[in-house]
Every structure is written in C-alpha cells, then in structure tokens.
C-alpha cells in the first residue's frame, strides 16, 4: 500500500471529531470547534510532513480542509447527550489513532525512513494530534495519563506496518486488520482500565499503600 | 506588494507587547518578559516558514530580535494601571492580527502557495502568536473561547489580501485599508461581545435554558 | 570541537531524566515516562534541527531513543523518596541546560548560521525541552516565572560557545569549562533565588508593597 489519501482523510476526520466535541464540552464556539478540530486533524501530520522534509500536505491539498468543516457540522447538529461526549470522543480517539500510525509510518518509510525512524515517526503521528488537543484545552495529556493504555496500541501498529512492508504484504486488506486491531486494542484497553505500571516503583509498604502500583 | 519587511517587524512588536503585558500580569520577570514576547512575536512567523520550507527570518535576520527587546522595555517602564491590562493586550493583540494575516499571507503567495493554502497559512500565522502566548501562560485560548470573535477578522484580512493579490492591487494602500479593517472588527467584535454560535446546537429547550444559544 | 554526539546524547538523557521525574510526582505510568522524557530531551532538538532545514536527528539517529529508555527506568527504580524530587528535578535540569546552550550553538555554527541567530538557536534548543515538559504537564514554565534566573545562564553558555568558536579554541576542554560554568550558574541562581526585576517597573508605594519588586 502506498500512501493513499483517503485513510489519511478519514483519520483526519476521526481526530477532528474529537476536537469538535471537546470544543463543545468546553463551551466554545462554532468557529472555535472548527479550528480546535483542524488542530487536532491536521497537527500530527504537519509535525510528520516537517519532519520529512516536505511541504505539508494540508497546506498544499486543499481538499483535508473539508474533513474540519465536515467534523464541526456533524458535532454542532448531533451533539444532544452530554452524558456520552466522553466516550464518543474517546471512539472517535481512537479510531483517529488506528488511522494514523499506519499512514504516518507508511509516508515515513516511502519517504525512505529507516525502519525504526518510521515506527518513531508513526507513532509520533498518531499521538500528536491529541496531545495538542489536550493540552490546547488545557487537560492533563490522555496519552501520558496512567489511567488506561494509549500510546502502546499506536506502537503496535506502527510495528505491523514496517513488517508488513518489509514483507511486501502492506495493502488494503492487511491496513484494515491492523487498523481493527489497534482500535479495539486501544478501546478494550480503555473500557477495561488496562494500564502500565506507575512511573515510579515504591519499595515501601506504606508508600504502596496509598498508590496502588498495579500493572495490566 | 511584496513582503516588505517594516509591516512584519511591526507585527512583531505589537504581538511582543501582549505578550509582555501577559508577564507583567502573571508576575513573571523582566527576562521572562522578554521570551513570552519573543515567543509570541516571533512563533507564528518561525512556524509559517517552517511550513513555506525557509530557513526562519526570526533567525536569519537578527534585526527581528529588536521588536521584543523593544516591546519588554516599553512595558517595563510604562505598565502601571494593572486595571487596563486586558484592553491594552487585546488592542495590541488585534493590532498585532492584523497586520500578521496580510504579511503571512502574502508571504505564502510570494513563495508559490495556492491562494486558499495561502489564506490558511495567513491566518495560522496570525493566529499561532496569540495561541502560543496563551496555552503557554495557562490560559484557554482567546482563539477557542466563545466570548467575542478572533479568527474570523484574520480569515477576512488574509482573503481579501488574495483577492487584492490576485487582481494585481496589494500595495501599501490596500494594505493599510485591510489592516485597518481588519483591527477594526477585532476591536468591534471584543467591544460588543459579537460571538459566533456555540460549536453546538442543544435541541432540548432545558439544555438550552442553562447555556444560553446566541448568535451574532 | 566539532559537534560530537555524545555530549548531545548526555544533554538528551539528563533532560528526559527531569521528563520522568516529573511523570512520576503527576501519578503518571511507565509509558508516559517514557513518552514524557522523549517529548523533554528531543523536542529542543527536533525544533532546533527544523529551523536548520536538517532532517532530525532524534528520527535519523535512533540510538537517541536509548537515552529516554535509560532514563525512565532509571527514575522508575531509583524514585523512592518524594521530598527530593523537585530538588533532583532541578539539578538534571540545569545539566541538560548546560550541555544544550553548547551543542546547540555548535551545531548551528556549523550550519552557517551567523553568530547572533546561533546564539538564539542554541538558547531555543536549551530551553525548548523544559518549556515543552512545563506546558505538557500543565505547569507554569519556569522558563518564565520569576522565582529564579534561567535563561540567562543558557544564554551567557552560548555567547561562550561563540565566542570560542570564533576564535577557533571550542575544543573538548573549553566546552568542558562552559558547561561546568552554566551548571553552577543556574544551581547558584536557584538555591540562591537570584532573580530579574520583575517584568514592570511599579511607580506608586501601595503597588510595590503587595509585589516587592527586587531585583540581583
């Protein structure tokens, strides 16, 4: 699979989703969602196309601005049930997420990164879209926060897709089962509350005690 | 007109001064004052050249570290009355816009941008200042808030510097015409809390009795 | 001296050191040490190698990517003791510090950067790391508070480096001999709380009275 556009837009789509919707979670305004959810879309893929060397593409093809536009239309009309924002934007997270450390990593690798340069920028990619999000909205990262696994599943992926281009075998059909395995990776992950060990390792009982240092 | 280099120095130097005033505000000292102010003179220009592929003019041309050095000083010597710190910082914010979406723009046409890449270039730039300052300072960005317009005034001066552009008839006068309105609606749209609708639409009319809807 | 990468790789480690110290006082887990470290000892680097129109070396050169994996296991073990954590924190820092000015300004140097925007470029290089840890971890940047100097040694590390380098001496020793100075400066400066005047100059008693204005 070479880089095609339209998975790159659809995760543009997804990310942007997710930054409408905490823009409406925030109280912004229409216009604010939009530019939060342009940020959120296209912020992971300038920092790669940069990094590259290359003009980004949402400067020069016009045509991801329209996933934005789509994204805070879709949220200023069906956003009604403040109790499911939270989930919804964390779907949509995550679907972003799949999306993007396959495409991220495959540019970076047709772009003749080495291989584990590619799997960095891939992830790289796929995580930096939401941490400017968050940290834009000032919230506390998602993706260094130690409630559930986030970056892992984005690794992962990034993983796959160097070993299936190594081999020959990336193409659409085995883009769409690592796609499904990071999603639901990353989803289980969170409905579950799988996480890593706490940065720290405390060796006294009582320290133990008020911090359960527990691991998946 | 091409990229003269004066409109961008001043559009420095406003942007500076918001950003020291945001230091004097936030009881950060005078060096601290000097790198917010460079920090929001200079990052929209530093990431739009990024994006146009050219080496940074914050750090080829030395001349632009004399903006902040200025803009700290100024503020040093002449902040006073704590209580009009808000509206000096929103006038030099808005002066600061306004100039920054025609040069930004200008620029990206200047270098071979497409026209609507160019807008968007226009405005990251005009905006990328003021976000940084404000993200960097802990605040939620005037950008994202929903109590007055911002992006729409450096959207409207980066278009019409298009249009002006493309029929041939950008020069220091229909520059100083579009700065001016542009600044002008800023100030507007601060002054009378014009706001864009909410980035949703609560269909519930209870929902709708705790945040209150309006338009422009 | 040319840019060696060890020194680079040092400053990396010692900076992605303060990233997981921090990760670990927010209750953040092992991942987003990792993840957090990285952000704090590549991301001057990665924007210092941006604005010099190099691919960078933290993607090109993946044995920069040993340095955070070092140091998250490294606090993950070692972290026991709370109290000390800020004071642990601020050391690492000022190392970091004092390598950057250097290998920053090194490096642009050698890029052909004029002498100022080498200086600048490296005290970019040398802050950007802790400013982008601060934000990211929703803290007042120390870059910018008043409570210490901080910029002033990265920046008198730099103006050394060129100075040095102009007169053709920048060797292993004298590079030695400035970061020894930079680190001692900035230690001094914390312990001591020495400080800047503060970004405005209050005129009338009462204003001075509630913010004493101090200066060195």
Known sequence: MSIEILPDLLGVFFFAVSGSLLAGRKGFDLIGSLLLGS???????????????????AFSTPVYLVAPVLAALLVYFLYSSVERIGR?????????????????????????????????LGVTTAVGGGLLRD???????????????YAIPAFLGAA??????????????????????VFSF????????????????????????????SSV
Do not use: Y
């Open 88 to 120: 919804l934007l964390t779907v949509f997270d995550a679907a972003g997420l799949a999306l993007f450390c396959i495409t991220g990593t495959a540019k970076a690798l047709d772009s003749g990164m080495n291989p584990v340069a590619s799997v960095l």
């Open 135 to 149: 940290v834009v909205a000032n919230e506390v990262p998602r993706l260094f926060s130690s409630h559930d696994i």
């Open 160 to 181: 796959l897709t160097v070993l299936c281009s190594l081999n020959g075998v990336l193409n659409l059909g085995t883009g769409i089962v690592i796609a499904v395995l």
């Open 39 to 57: 940020l959120v879309g296209l912020g992971g893929g300038v920092v790669r196309d940069l990094v590259l060397g290359q003009s980004p593409a």
């Open 186 to 213: 990353r989803l289980l992950a969170w409905h579950f509350r799988w996480h890593a060990p706490l940065a720290v390792w405390r060796r006294s009982p009582e320290a133990g005690a008020w911090t359960g240092q």
